[in-house]
């Protein structure tokens, strides 16, 4: 990194939120609604970002989300987020959702994402970030793969920016 650019270590970003899950979170079959655990999902991916930028940040995207096996009422949800690594005003986050058997003192791993976030101002403007300092071999792996992620994440927005401009104009929803 050059010299007068901000860095903050991956440990400084980490956060944890512990939910139980009650029936009103849950389906006709007991488990946890989709979007409810998307919206846990987000509110640890706020954290991690917010306390990396250490300003409001706000969701652009949640790029992936891999539901892994179901969440039931009762379940003891715990999720981990971290920056995994940050551009000029966005962070990608890393979020893992887990169950927690506190009887076998176990995790079973239920959910993972990646979210983009914007750090702002009070006016809604992007402020500039601190960039990632990966500590550890996994962290290192995590801010690679984020390089890699960007990349396809661009590729993407250019396509529909594409497909959109093709349009007929009498084309509606």
Do not use: C
């Not at 956060?15 to 979170?25: A, H, N, Q, V």
């Not at 079959?29 to 979007?35: A, I, R």
């Not at 940040?57 to 949640?62: D, K, P, Q, R």
């Not at 966005?90 to 750090?119: I, N, P, W």
């Amino acid at each position: 990194m050059s010299e007068g650019v901000l860095v903050r270590p991956v440990r400084e970003s980490q956060s944890e939120r512990s939910e139980i899950i009650f029936p009103g979170d849950a389906n006709a079959l007991g488990n946890l609604f989709g979007g409810r655990l998307m919206q846990f999902i987000d509110l640890v991916g706020a954290m991690a970002a917010s306390r990396h930028a250490r300003a409001i940040t706000v969701t652009a995207s949640m790029d992936h989300l891999d539901f892994v096996a179901p969440v039931k009422v009762g379940d003891l949800l715990i999720l981990k987020s971290s920056v995994n690594r940050a551009f000029r005003t966005s962070m990608e986050v890393g979020v893992k959702a887990m169950v927690e058997d506190v009887r076998a003192q176990r995790l079973r791993h239920v959910s993972s994402a990646y979210l983009t976030f914007v750090a702002v101002d009070t006016t809604g403007q992007r402020i500039e970030v601190p960039q990632v300092l990966p500590e550890t071999e996994h962290q290192q792996r995590r801010f690679e793969d984020a390089g890699r992620r960007r990349e396809m994440r661009s590729d993407e927005t250019r396509r529909k920016k594409e497909l959109r401009a093709a349009l007929t104009p009498d084309w509606h929803l």
